[in-house]
């Protein structure tokens, strides 16, 4: 976890918590650049983990903005533009 308190760190914290937690993807594997493809997420597992970052979030995350070649980076600030709408 990043110590660091701006949106961003903030979501991706969160992310990498819902990672970690309910889809046991090792915190070592956890890095901003890592894709869904190298964590071995598939895409049925991807739209879960958006359904759970919006319930967690209260935000709209919408899943069809997720490719396999999307970083946890990425990710993180698609959470904080949802979090702006």
Excluded: C
């Amino acid at each position: 976890m990043t110590t660091d308190t701006t949106p961003h760190s903030r979501a991706y914290d969160l992310l990498a918590s819902v990672l970690s937690n309910k889809f046991e993807v090792p915190t070592e594997a956890i890095v901003p650049t890592a894709t869904f493809e190298q964590l071995d997420l598939d895409s049925l597992a991807v739209v879960e983990l958006f359904v759970v970052l919006t319930e967690e979030l209260g935000i709209e995350v919408q899943d069809g903005e997720a490719d396999p070649d999307l970083t946890l980076a990425g990710v993180a600030d698609l959470m904080v533009e949802a979090g702006k709408s």
